[in-house]
């Protein structure tokens, strides 16, 4: 068994559902994918934060398209976790309870409107920098998943990109808004990539098993490639005094990353992530009506059913 | 987290069944399965199929079926249960040696 799943790694095949896995492939892939999942749902908050306030009717119905993607990607990968033998309310249970994580971005707050532009811009393009390689992943399943999100995700960027651009064209003040919003997300950005290659124990095992095709700080360090002349577009800056092109290698080197602070936040000390949770747990509890008269709606309609099928 | 969570609201006591989706992304090609969701009920199902799996017109038709409902080969037999097409290279065009002058073959 061992052999069989060995080879098809060996041989950059996918594993499938049904397919024997060794136990610590299966618990990492459930980890991880339901990780992302949590990410996609508690994503959906900061964002749903400005619905009501968009600046236009175009706006408002981007966002609102945005954000209900949010919720489809992460029932995507619920529905991928699902096929490693875990229910996705025995997920949503582990999320409640603190016990599985979500990615720590969505636990700092959107202060202004230009927090969606610099959303959308940089944390959505960094996730499709962590995203597209896992399109690859070793597990059929979630590679598939990562295929439809990757789709999807690429407006959500570019809707990003366009707020701000067209915030840092308008007045002093809407360019101001935008250099702040980019001044706060862009360090939470690049930790959005994981700790340094040498803390990141985890990643020699998920590489072997396919699973990760890139590391950490390879990861991160595309990302600033691809981002800093898109900064130069917007006419906004990173606020990094490091930050600066390697003319031998063409990378732009950047500023050592306070880990500390995603240490801190991972820990759940950060601005936002009590509110998060809290708000998730309300949101669940207060729905729990609609899924009992859904179910009650489905038996009495089952019931008639069979009473016309018996009559 | 900081601070002990109290105990949410279980997820509902009977969890909704699970449904496998399949699309036909336009007339002339299969239905092609994308996915699974769970719904109450069949009329359920193929709502929250629409709009979780075709919120870009990526279909023109939809199916849902009761994951229960399929029935699936087993990978662990995989090797015996299908080799018996494996030594029958003669169902294949190549497998023949026509002269090279034969032409629309």
Request: glycine share 6%; aromatic share 10%.
């Given at each position: 068994m061992q052999a069989g799943f060995d080879a098809l790694i060996a041989g950059d095949e996918r594993v499938e559902p049904r397919d024997w896995m060794p136990e610590g492939y299966r618990k990492t892939l459930i980890r991880q994918i339901a990780q992302h999942a949590h990410s996609e749902i508690i994503g959906m908050q900061p964002e749903g934060n400005w619905i009501t306030r968009a600046p236009s009717l175009r706006r408002k119905a981007i966002l609102m398209a945005k954000v209900q993607d949010e919720a489809g990607h992460g029932l995507y990968l619920y529905s991928a976790a699902e096929?490693?033998?875990?229910d996705r309310s025995e997920l949503l249970d582990l999320l409640h309870a603190g016990r599985q994580k979500y990615s720590s971005?969505?636990?700092?707050?959107?202060?202004?409107?230009?927090d969606m532009g610099a959303i959308g811009w940089l944390v959505d393009g960094a996730a499709i920098v962590n995203q597209v390689p896992i399109?690859?992943?070793?597990y059929g399943p979630y590679a598939r998943a990562m295929v439809r999100i990757c789709k999807e995700e690429s407006f959500h960027q570019r809707q990003g990109f366009e707020i701000l651009h067209t915030l840092s064209h308008g007045t002093d003040a809407q360019k101001a808004m935008a250099q702040d919003a980019v001044d706060r997300w862009w360090w939470p950005s690049l930790m959005m990539?994981?700790?340094?290659d040498d803390e990141s124990p985890n990643t020699a095992q998920s590489m072997a098993w396919g699973?990760?095709?890139?590391?950490n700080d390879e990861l991160r360090q595309k990302f600033v490639d691809m981002t800093v002349p898109q900064s130069e577009v917007l006419g906004l800056t990173l606020?990094?005094?490091?930050?600066?092109?390697d003319e031998a290698t063409g990378h732009y080197r950047f500023g050592a990353i306070d880990w500390s602070e995603f240490f801190d936040v991972l820990k759940g000390?950060?601005?936002?992530n009590a509110e998060r949770i809290e708000h998730r747990r309300r949101a669940h509890d207060e729905g729990a009506w609609v899924r009992e008269a859904a179910g009650a709606y489905a038996d009495k309609q089952a019931a008639r059913a069979a009473q016309a099928g018996a009559a | 987290m900081s601070q002990p969570l109290e105990p949410t609201t279980?997820?509902?006591?009977r969890e909704w069944p699970l449904w496998e989706v399949f699309v036909r992304?336009?007339?002339?090609l299969n239905h092609q399965h994308v996915g699974s969701l769970h719904a109450p009920d069949a009329a359920m199902a193929l709502r929250n199929a629409r709009d979780v799996y075709?919120?870009?017109?990526?279909?023109?038709s939809l199916w849902v079926v009761p994951a229960t409902a399929i029935v699936a080969s087993s990978p662990d037999e995989k090797d015996s249960f299908f080799d018996?097409?494996?030594?029958?290279?003669?169902?294949?065009?190549?497998f023949y040696e026509i002269p090279a002058e034969a032409q629309h073959l």
């Amino acid at each position: 068994m061992q052999a069989g799943f060995d080879a098809l790694i060996a041989g950059d095949e996918r594993v499938e559902p049904r397919d024997w896995m060794p136990e610590g492939y299966r618990k990492t892939l459930i980890r991880q994918i339901a990780q992302h999942a949590h990410s996609e749902i508690i994503g959906m908050q900061p964002e749903g934060n400005w619905i009501t306030r968009a600046p236009s009717l175009r706006r408002k119905a981007i966002l609102m398209a945005k954000v209900q993607d949010e919720a489809g990607h992460g029932l995507y990968l619920y529905s991928a976790a699902e096929t490693l033998g875990i229910d996705r309310s025995e997920l949503l249970d582990l999320l409640h309870a603190g016990r599985q994580k979500y990615s720590s971005i969505f636990n700092y707050p959107t202060l202004t409107w230009a927090d969606m532009g610099a959303i959308g811009w940089l944390v959505d393009g960094a996730a499709i920098v962590n995203q597209v390689p896992i399109c690859r992943c070793s597990y059929g399943p979630y590679a598939r998943a990562m295929v439809r999100i990757c789709k999807e995700e690429s407006f959500h960027q570019r809707q990003g990109f366009e707020i701000l651009h067209t915030l840092s064209h308008g007045t002093d003040a809407q360019k101001a808004m935008a250099q702040d919003a980019v001044d706060r997300w862009w360090w939470p950005s690049l930790m959005m990539f994981g700790p340094p290659d040498d803390e990141s124990p985890n990643t020699a095992q998920s590489m072997a098993w396919g699973i990760k095709r890139f590391s950490n700080d390879e990861l991160r360090q595309k990302f600033v490639d691809m981002t800093v002349p898109q900064s130069e577009v917007l006419g906004l800056t990173l606020p990094d005094p490091d930050l600066r092109r390697d003319e031998a290698t063409g990378h732009y080197r950047f500023g050592a990353i306070d880990w500390s602070e995603f240490f801190d936040v991972l820990k759940g000390n950060g601005p936002c992530n009590a509110e998060r949770i809290e708000h998730r747990r309300r949101a669940h509890d207060e729905g729990a009506w609609v899924r009992e008269a859904a179910g009650a709606y489905a038996d009495k309609q089952a019931a008639r059913a069979a009473q016309a099928g018996a009559a | 987290m900081s601070q002990p969570l109290e105990p949410t609201t279980p997820t509902t006591a009977r969890e909704w069944p699970l449904w496998e989706v399949f699309v036909r992304s336009r007339r002339g090609l299969n239905h092609q399965h994308v996915g699974s969701l769970h719904a109450p009920d069949a009329a359920m199902a193929l709502r929250n199929a629409r709009d979780v799996y075709t919120r870009r017109s990526e279909g023109v038709s939809l199916w849902v079926v009761p994951a229960t409902a399929i029935v699936a080969s087993s990978p662990d037999e995989k090797d015996s249960f299908f080799d018996p097409a494996g030594d029958k290279a003669y169902r294949h065009p190549t497998f023949y040696e026509i002269p090279a002058e034969a032409q629309h073959l």
